[in-house]
């Protein structure tokens, strides 16, 4: 959606022409990757234990939920909304499954089944009110936030008295669901979690399905420009409906790795995490205001954010200070973005 | 790892996108261990007696809470005592927390101490610990589970024994009906305390608060004695909610008592003035400080303390009668 306009040194096309480099430049992950190098040399340097095999298992795992759903709130903001339900969501998908297999008797499969039932419809109810109504998504999923907040507690104190759901152990299926959700993978030393899998293989699928699929496309369009995307006859409901179930699915995803892996759930998980997806998806490269980013990026703004978590912990800085620490790190990280963000700019220009 | 997908990582993709489920599907059967824990829970291995240089703390409570700044005073003070670097870290999420114990595993700790608000979630990685060899002491919660996953001492307070030693002196002051003021939805601590104290004090409603909000506390507490006249008790789980607790009884002109779990420079005022009847203390400066002292003599000489049964550190009380003696204490934070 770019207006080409014809400067000395800039090619005619988006990328056609440009020299390798330059191409480089071109990519909204750039910057993203220029910060995670620089976080990762800079913990590198500090601590030792930053690189040995359990260390590198450490910051991945930290990584991997939250790039699992930094990854579909890049799609979604690439198109131009935002879900404040993504968070909580993660707790929902845990207890519904935990309390269908725990107090309900059920098979885990099954339990996973209605629980991502319940998702993708609680997606795609969020995706339908915003396109109805035409309020700011913002809005009508903080709503969504607070009644699943709601929800979560209400419900686990109904039906178990207490305030945490316990004992998926012990639930039948739970060693074949627990294989596909939370085993370890041991290479060498290190144990990587199972979630690390699906954080790469959901966010070569996003990938894929950004720059490689007519849906891609429509996810730019209707990020970008939504009048002119309906103009051109872009099914923008449809598009904006999926993506707000591809958040919710990957609740669904990260909910299921967190009660299989920790065999418990607390009803007040996941509160607040939705603005860690959407600082990962923004270092990761993604606009505020839509029709650009990489889910590609956003993977790697989770990785950032996941490494300076641990790396803090690895340089032994007192753990006063470590949200400032944090946060100075993400604004870094931001600003080395934000850097090569204008030369593509320029460039395109 | 970290940065390789960069060069061109669309185009990378593009090619390598078809063939990737596959070969993760490939590498996840070929070395793969099943989920949680399927193991017994490994016996703790005595470590070769030595010194010990470095113990991470990890907690479940919130950065800036004031009960959890004691537990870590405590800590420190002893790593100061004792001569050990101690490492406080925390965090609310079960998720996190369990991360931050691996964290100390790969940092290779001679000791590690941590508290337990949801045991199963910090399973795979305590007896990660445990099987690495390091010796874990539990604290403040999860008593039940602490020998199980193989630590070799609990400190802490019994939470229901402690809840019931309170309904039954709120009971005691001739007190009718109570309600109890639950701050922290996913704490299991606040469950049990309201439980036990309900069960000793009889009749007895719940309200839902949130800690992070003060306003909502206070007004809530008000609206809930405005609603029900026949409430002339409240207890509440925590000091910051006390002190709400207190100006919401006075805004709403009821004459209800008020009793709380904790202490702090606040809840001390309100004794001494009159306006608080009780607090429940667990004394959580020895939370930090006990369990490095259990872990020095552990990797120095094989001891262990409290012969299989959890070390209690509570619960105490203080009221108008020993409140002046405690007040410096609280204000010097290690009370």
Same mark, same amino acid.
């Not at chain 1, 790469?200 to 490689?212: E, G, K």
């Not at chain 2, 870290?89 to 691996?102: E, M, T």
């Given at each position: ?8 040194? &800039? ?18 992950? *750039? ?25 590198? &298992? ?35 998908? +845990? ?10 008797? @059920?098979?885990? @499969? ?21 396109? =109805?109504?035409?309020?700011? /998504?913002? *809005? ?35 060693? /074949? ?17 199972? /979630? ?9 699928? +996003? &990938? ?32 904006? *409906? ?24 607390? +009803? ?35 990785? *950032? ?10 340089? =032994? ?33 | ?51 010990? #240089? ?137 469950? #049990? ?143």
């Amino acid at each position: 959606m770019t207006v080409v306009t014809k400067t000395s040194d &800039a090619p005619q096309d988006q990328t056609a022409g440009a020299s390798p480099l330059q191409r480089l430049f071109l990519r909204p992950e *750039i910057g993203a990757a220029l910060g995670a190098l620089l976080v990762f040399v800079f913990f590198s340097i500090i601590t030792d234990r930053f690189l040995s095999p359990l260390g590198v &298992a450490t910051w991945l795992d930290d990584s991997s939920t939250l790039g699992i759903m930094a990854v579909a709130v890049a799609l979604l903001m690439i198109g131009g909304e935002f879900d404040l339900s993504a968070g909580v969501m993660t707790a929902s998908t +845990a207890l519904v499954t935990a309390l269908l297999a725990v107090h309900a008797g @059920w098979n885990v @499969w099954f339990a996973l089944l209605v629980s991502l039932v319940f998702a993708l419809a609680v997606g795609a109810f969020n995706g339908w009110v915003v396109m =109805r109504t035409g309020l700011p /998504s913002f *809005i009508v999923t903080l709503g969504t936030f607070l009644a699943l907040q709601g929800l979560n507690l209400g419900v686990t104190r109904l039906v178990t008295d207490t305030v945490q759901v316990s004992g998926v152990r012990a639930a039948d299926g739970y060693q /074949s669901a627990g294989w596909v959700f939370a085993s370890t993978l041991n290479i060498g030393d290190a144990r990587l979690q199972a /979630s690390v899998v699906w954080w790469i293989v959901l966010t070569a699928l +996003a &990938a894929i399905i950004l720059v490689r699929t007519r849906f891609g496309n429509w996810i730019f369009a209707v990020g970008g420009e939504l009048p002119s995307a309906r103009a051109v006859g872009v099914p923008a409901d449809r598009t904006k *409906i999926l993506l707000f179930m591809g958040t919710a699915f990957a609740g669904w995803v990260v909910g299921s790795c967190n009660i299989l892996r920790f065999a418990s759930v607390q +009803a007040n998980q996941g509160v607040g995490l939705e603005l860690h997806y959407i600082i990962a998806a923004v270092v990761g490269g993604c606009l505020l205001t839509g029709g650009f980013g990489s889910a590609v990026g956003a993977a790697i703004g989770a990785l *950032i954010f996941g490494m300076a978590r641990q790396g803090i912990v690895f340089a =032994r800085w007192d753990s006063d200070w470590f949200m400032l620490f944090l946060g100075v790190l993400l604004l870094a990280a931001v600003l080395v973005n934000n850097r090569f963000q204008k030369r593509a700019e320029r460039v395109r220009r | 790892m970290s940065s390789r997908p960069q060069r061109g990582a669309t185009a990378w993709w593009r090619r390598q996108g078809r063939l990737l489920p596959w070969v993760a599907a490939a590498a996840l059967l070929a070395a793969c261990s099943g989920p949680g824990t399927d193991a017994p829970a490994p016996a703790p291995t005595p470590v070769a007696a030595g010194r010990l #240089e470095s113990v991470a703390v990890v907690t479940h409570g919130s950065p800036g809470d004031a009960f959890w700044n004691v537990v870590k005073n405590g800590a420190e003070a002893a790593g100061k005592d004792l001569g050990v670097r101690v490492e406080y870290n925390a965090s609310g999420d079960p998720g996190q927390q369990a991360k931050l114990i691996d964290n100390a595993v790969a940092q290779g700790v001679d000791g590690l101490v941590v508290s337990m608000a949801n045991p199963e979630a910090l399973r795979p990685s305590l007896e990660k610990a445990v099987a690495a060899g390091i010796p874990v002491v539990t604290i403040n919660s999860g008593e039940a589970e602490s020998a199980k996953f193989g630590a070799f001492a609990h400190v802490g307070q019994s939470e229901s024994l402690a809840g019931q030693a309170a309904g039954k002196r709120l009971a005691d002051a001739g007190r009718g009906k109570m309600l109890c003021v639950i701050h922290e939805a996913g704490n299991v601590g606040a469950s #049990e305390r309201c439980g036990g104290a309900t069960k000793a004090f009889g009749n007895a409603t719940t309200l839902q608060v949130d800690i992070n909000n003060p306003t909502d506390v206070q007004s809530r507490i008000k609206g809930a004695l405005e609603a029900d006249h026949s409430i002339d008790s409240v207890l509440t789980l925590t000091s910051q909610i006390a002190a709400r607790a207190v100006d919401a009884v006075h805004e709403a002109r009821s004459a209800a008592t008020v009793a709380t779990f904790d202490l702090n420079s606040d809840v001390v005022e309100a004794i001494r003035a009159g306006k608080l009847l009780f607090a429940v203390d667990q004394q959580q400066y020895e939370q930090g400080y006990l369990p490095i002292v259990l872990l020095q003599l552990y990797r120095a000489n094989l001891n262990t303390v409290g012969g299989g049964a959890p070390v209690q550190t509570g619960p105490g009380f203080v009221d108008k009668s020993n409140v002046d003696a405690v007040a410096a204490l609280v204000a010097q934070g290690t009370r």
